[in-house]
């Protein structure tokens, strides 16, 4: 199976360091996932220059520029969307992640799943997300938005993911964007109706939001089938996650390291001292499952010296 990840991006030593680390994790997965074409896509640079320090770790990475050098790239935006246009025509899947996502472990079934069923699959969203000064409130969120954008109501059929199930909100396709799969084809088409509709989303809700919500907003238009996925495809490094989902974390297969209580996800896998301090720290549940990964991946050494 021809499997294409690509990272949005931009040019620092922090996210050069999860990249390569992305990379170096595929590999240790074996079979289609060590052959699988890894894409980073950087945006927001003054040269299109990969540092000599970081060639020898990028040798199997594609780069992409997603815009012109000094190009204006409010929201990062260029690099989030090139990821599209960067997908291989003949990828069976491609899973658009972001730097700070680690695969731990073989996701056989469902590469299976999204073969035998194509839809775009993802973890739906921790939150509802914020609008100005007025409080977080789906119910009247998602209406008032798929009115404004769609002229049409929306369903919500899912529920968010950091709350009882019994109390959890109902939610549309509503992703975190760690982690976006699906057939090469149904991205693109989904991603046309994204770029058409987001800028009405961003005039309602901010630039920062808006291809989170674009998400549900387009696929929904579009009526392509979706899939939530388990926790496991996205497990943040969160307390609230491992109380709410203990069995999950036991599976975890892509690790969503985006907090930074107990190390800075952006120096780990690019200073020694950082990573030497990160492997010492005492780590509790996954945090600690993360250490552990990282400790038998590289034998406990910084990796890219």
Not at 287 to 297: G, H, K, P
Request: net charge negative; hydrophobic share 45%; aromatic share 14%.
């Amino acid at each position: 199976m021809k499997l294409d990840f690509l990272i949005s991006a931009s040019p620092t030593d922090g996210f050069f360091g999860q990249i390569a680390f992305f990379r170096r994790a595929l590999d240790a997965l074996g079979g289609d996932y060590r052959e699988a074409r890894l894409v980073a896509v950087f945006g927001d640079h003054d040269a299109e220059v990969l540092p000599e320090r970081w060639r020898p770790y990028f040798e199997r990475i594609d780069i992409v520029w997603a815009h012109p050098v000094g190009a204006h790239n409010p929201a990062h935006r260029a690099q989030h969307d090139k990821r599209f246009e960067a997908i291989r025509d003949d990828a069976n899947l491609a899973f658009l992640c972001d730097a700070d996502v680690a695969p731990l472990r073989r996701f056989d079934e469902l590469l299976a799943q999204l073969a035998d069923a194509p839809a775009l699959a993802g973890v739906i969203a921790h939150l509802h997300f914020p609008r100005d000064d007025l409080p977080r409130d789906p119910d009247r969120d998602w209406p008032e938005l798929a009115e404004a954008v769609l002229g049409r109501p929306i369903e919500r059929p899912y529920r968010y993911t950091f709350f009882a199930p019994e109390e959890a909100p109902a939610a549309p396709f509503y992703i975190n964007y760690g982690v976006l799969a699906g057939p090469p084809a149904m991205l693109r088409r989904f991603y046309r109706r994204d770029i058409a509709i987001r800028d009405a989303i961003a005039d309602i809700v901010g630039h920062w939001w808006a291809p989170q919500i674009a998400v549900a907003l387009a696929s929904a238009d579009l009526s392509l089938p979706t899939v939530a996925l388990p926790m496991r495809y996205n497990f943040p490094n969160d307390p609230i996650a491992e109380r709410l989902y203990p069995n999950e974390c036991t599976e975890i297969v892509f690790l969503h390291y985006l907090r930074t209580r107990f190390f800075d996800r952006g120096e780990i896998f690019a200073d020694a001292a950082a990573f030497e301090r990160f492997m010492k720290t005492r780590l509790e549940g996954s945090n600690a499952i993360f250490q552990r990964f990282v400790a038998n991946l590289t034998g406990g050494e910084f990796p890219f010296g």
